[in-house]
């Protein structure tokens, strides 16, 4: 299922590839690594199966925390805080600390979630050109 956090930084995420996309400014979804939820088949998708899945090829390529948040925070719209926040949310990520499944999605909307593998399905145009 999904969890709270995840439905928050995709919906983020959505919500600003939406405003950006009148500009022609394309919105990703940078995430540190795997993260371990039961979202797939296995808990996990690799680079290969959402490259697969979006019918290009997607390069894993692990970088430190620190080095990301240094990139970010050199972004627009990146300020301290939000910079701060993704830090510690994705050393509790690597910790497995969001690694359980949840009813929130079913409580919010009244209707079982979708897999990580159906979203990108049901959104293939919000990942590729």
Sequence with gaps: MF???TVKQSGYTEALHYEFKPFNIKVSLVEPGFIKTNLA???????????KLL????EYVPIPVDMWIDAMKNLPNVNEFLATHLKEFSKDIALGKFNKTTDVVKTITGHEPRSFED???EHIDVFVN
Excluded: R, T, W
């Excluded at 088949?41 to 490259?51: F, M, N, P, T």
């Excluded at 019918?55 to 997607?58: A, E, R």
């Design 119 to 121: 979203y990108i399905k």
């Design 3 to 5: 969890l709270q956090e």
């Design 55 to 58: 019918n290009q090829k997607i």
């Design 41 to 51: 088949h296995s808990g996990q998708l690799s680079a290969d199966e959402i490259g």
